[in-house]
């Protein structure tokens, strides 16, 4: 279906744009052709002016079967979120209210309850929004941070699909010449055009390039910063990831091999997203499980974005790591020692140092994940960029002037992809796949 170019007809949709539950007030939305039809059934008057809120009585199946009195607003298609016609019924949260109309509407003609991400599903197929923006729209709803709400509204308002755009329109311009000699082989095309165009794409390669060695901060920033925290049985590696989260998460005992498995927790440091994963103590020996265990912690250590190593204070012996460098590490139970030497001193016990230790982390965090430029968020993005790279890169290299046309078509269509310029439909299942009733 091409961009802007909305059905002839299609189902008219209806659900709660709010979380259910007991609130004060909910959201109920309606898209599609028999929206207007749909408001005054419920409202048993004519249509408010489109915009305007309205306080209206709604109805159920008969004049005396009144379910609520609330606000009602109706958007026409060129002005809606979806690009067709929308009407909003603001009522009062209850569970029996919200039920009612509910059921009032699936009993209209033509009326049936959306699927997960329908309503921005149709934003994108009418033109309303390109596929980036409504993926944004997923993380906007998703962000537990400030720094995931930042990314996610630098995306929303277009700022990574315009970016992508300009890449594309740039390359159709630099394969026009080429495109140009090919249709007309009979015509002189002038050099000076030729090497434009050549230049064009070797520019646009070298952005790309660089736009994909990013270091995957927006996917940290989406998903969250990595944090191992290893080091030797006892050191109180549990201690201090229960302190961090201000809760208990871990069990906490003397006995060495306590923690056998990988345990995560979720943490907002001064804005920015960290999952702290607190591992089994680095030793050798010890029984089958607890060898897994250190096994487990030694892949999550490599694996990870940032390795906290924290010692013991009292003894600080460093232990066998896998070869897995430490970024930060943390010397453990100050309120213990009275002598120390230099170091990161913090006490999961008293508190002490912590305050640090999150300063520490938040600035690791901020150096990787911070920055106002349009980034990579989705592995989906990744792989478009890294296959339009790859093409552009056959385009510069060649000589023959076919393969270089069928490289930057191949380029063209990646990055196309990404932001649903082309083979639209078969993306969109996938998209919106995780969306929430509502959307």
Known sequence: ?????????????????????????????????????????????????????????LYGKTATDRIDVGLVLRFGAEASYTGENVVEFQIHGGRAVTSALLKAMAELPGLRFAEPGEFTRRAVENGRLDLTQ???????????????????????????????????????????????????????????????????????????????????RGEMLRDGLHVAVIGPPNAGKSSLV???????????????????????????????????????????????????????????????????????????????????????I?????????VRSKGLWVSARTGEGLDILIQRLAEYASQGLSGEAPVLTRARHRKALELAERALEEAISTSESELKAEHVRLALRAIGRITGRVDLDELLDVVFRDFCIGK
């Open 1 to 57: 279906m091409p961009n802007g170019a909305p059905p002839l007809e299609r189902d008219t949709i209806f659900a709660p744009a709010t979380a259910a539950g007991r609130a004060g007030v909910a959201v109920i939305r309606v898209s599609g052709p028999q929206a207007d039809n749909a408001l005054k059934a419920i409202t048993r008057k004519h249509l408010p002016a489109e915009r305007q809120a309205v306080l209206r009585t």
């Open 242 to 328: 229960n302190a961090l989260a201000r809760r208990d998460v871990a069990i906490v005992s003397d006995t060495p091999g306590t923690t056998r498995d990988v345990i995560e927790v979720r943490l907002d440091l001064q804005g920015f997203p960290v999952i702290l994963a607190d591992t089994a103590g680095l030793r050798e020996g010890g029984d089958a499980i607890e060898s897994e265990g250190v096994k487990r912690a030694l892949a999550r250590a490599e694996a990870a974005d940032l390795r906290l190593l924290v010692m013991d204070g009292t003894m600080p012996t460093v232990p066998e790591t896998g070869g897995s460098r430490p970024d930060i």
């Open 330 to 338: 943390a010397l453990n139970k100050a309120d213990l020692v009275k």
């Open 134 to 216: 409504a993926e944004a729209i997923a993380d906007l709803v998703e962000a537990e941070t400030d720094a995931q709400r930042r990314q996610a509204l630098r995306q929303m308002e277009g700022r990574l699909g315009g970016l992508y755009e300009d890449w594309r329109s740039r390359l159709i311009r630099a394969a026009a010449w080429i495109e140009a000699g090919l249709d007309f082989p009979d015509e002189d095309v002038p050099e000076a055009a030729i090497a434009q165009g050549d230049g064009a794409l070797r520019a646009i390669f070298e952005e790309i390039r660089g736009h994909l060695r990013d270091g995957r």
